[in-house]
C-alpha cells in the first residue's frame, strides 16, 4: 500500500474521530442544560408545593365536621394535601419546640384545632390563593386562615424571574450548539473539498456526491448523541451519590424524552450541516478550493 495512501487514511480517521468527540461534547453541553432546565423546573414545583396555609377552627367545632372539610378538600385540583392538628397534637408539638410546658403554666390550652393544607404548584400564585381562602371563609366554623402573603409574592416572583433566564439561556444553547456543530462539520468537508471535485470531473451527480456525506453525518450524529448520552449518564450517576435529595426530582419519562431530543438533533444537524457544506464546494469556484 503507497504511503500517500497511508497517510490519507489516516488523516481522514483523524477528522471522524475529531468530529465525533466535537459533536458529543456539543450534545453533552446542550443536554446538560436540558437535565438543569428539568431539575430547576421541579425545584420551583417542590418550592411552589411547599406553600400552603393554615385553617384554624373555632374552639367548639367538632373533629368530625373538621375531617368532613378535609375530605372534601383532598377531592379539590387545587390541594395537594391537608393535615388535621387536633389541639393536643399541636399543644404537644409547642411542647417540643418551646422545651417547656406552656399549658401549665396558663392552666388550660388555648390552641385552636386545624387543618395545615399544601397547595398543587398550579394554585400557589396569590390570585389563586385569595379566591380559595375566600371561598373557605363562607364556612361559619373557620376562626381564621394564616398564610404568609410576602413569601409567596416572593417565591412567584423569583420563579418566574428564574424561568424566563432559564428559557432565554436554553435557546441560546441550542443556538450556540447549532453553530459549533456546524462549523466541525464544515471544517471535515473542508479536508474533502478534492475528493468533492474530482467526483464531480468523473461526471457523479450533485444527488449521488452528497448522499454518503449526509448518510455519515447522519451515523456522526447518533454515535455522537449515544457518547453524550452515555457522559451524562455517568455524570448524574455521581451527582445522584452525592446529593441523593435530587434523585426524588428524577423524571425518567423527561430523561428519556431528552435523550431522544439528544439524537434527533444531533443526526439532523449534523445531516443537514454536512448537505449544507458539500452543497457550498460543489458551487465554489475551483480557484477558491486552494484558498
Known amino acids: 500500500m503507497p504511503q500517500e495512501e497511508v497517510l490519507t487514511r489516516k488523516r481522514l480517521r483523524s477528522a471522524y474521530i475529531t468530529t465525533i468527540m466535537?459533536?458529543?461534547?456539543?450534545?453533552?453541553?446542550?443536554?446538560?442544560?436540558?437535565l438543569i432546565g428539568l431539575h430547576a423546573n421541579k425545584i420551583s414545583r417542590y418550592v411552589k408545593e411547599n406553600l400552603g396555609f393554615t385553617i384554624?377552627?373555632?374552639?367548639?367545632?367538632?373533629?368530625?365536621?373538621?375531617?368532613r372539610l378535609k375530605k372534601s378538600m383532598d377531592t379539590t385540583r387545587w390541594v395537594k394535601s391537608a393535615q388535621y392538628i387536633s389541639p393536643?397534637?399541636?399543644e404537644q408539638m409547642l411542647k417540643k419546640e418551646l422545651g417547656e410546658d406552656f399549658i401549665g403554666f396558663l392552666g388550660y390550652n388555648p390552641l385552636l384545632p386545624c387543618l395545615q393544607v399544601r397547595l398543587n404548584a398550579e394554585y400557589t400564585n396569590p390570585d389563586s390563593i385569595q379566591q380559595i381562602e375566600k371561598r373557605l371563609k363562607?364556612?361559619?366554623r373557620v376562626a381564621q386562615i394564616e398564610y404568609q402573603r410576602d413569601l409567596?409574592?416572593?417565591?412567584?416572583?423569583n420563579l418566574n424571574i428564574i424561568s424566563i433566564i432559564i428559557a432565554v439561556l436554553s435557546l441560546l444553547m441550542f443556538l450556540i450548539s447549532i453553530g459549533l456543530i456546524n462549523n466541525t462539520i464544515k471544517l471535515s468537508v473542508y479536508s474533502k473539498r478534492f475528493i468533492i471535485r474530482s467526483m464531480m470531473l468523473v461526471g457523479a451527480t450533485r444527488s449521488f456526491i452528497r448522499a454518503p456525506f449526509v448518510r455519515k453525518g447522519l451515523w456522526h450524529g447518533i454515535l455522537s448523541a449515544l457518547f453524550a448520552i452515555l457522559l451524562l449518564a455517568v455524570l448524574l450517576y455521581f451527582t445522584y451519590l452525592k446529593i441523593p435529595e435530587l434523585k426524588s426530582l428524577?423524571?425518567?419519562?423527561i430523561m428519556l424524552s431528552i435523550a431522544v431530543g439528544m439524537i434527533l438533533c444531533g443526526a439532523l444537524i449534523s445531516a443537514i450541516s454536512n448537505y449544507?457544506?458539500?452543497?457550498r464546494f460543489l458551487n465554489m469556484n475551483i480557484d477558491k478550493l486552494y484558498l
Do not use: C, H
Not at 57 to 66: A, G, L, S, V
Open 22 to 34: 466535537s459533536l458529543t461534547l456539543v450534545l453533552f453541553m446542550l443536554g446538560l442544560w436540558g
Open 56 to 67: 384554624y377552627f373555632q374552639k367548639n367545632t367538632r373533629e368530625t365536621e373538621i375531617l
Open 276 to 279: 449544507i457544506a458539500v452543497t
Open 250 to 253: 428524577a423524571d425518567m419519562q
Open 152 to 157: 409567596v409574592n416572593k417565591v412567584n416572583q
Open 138 to 140: 363562607q364556612n361559619p
Open 88 to 90: 393536643e397534637e399541636a
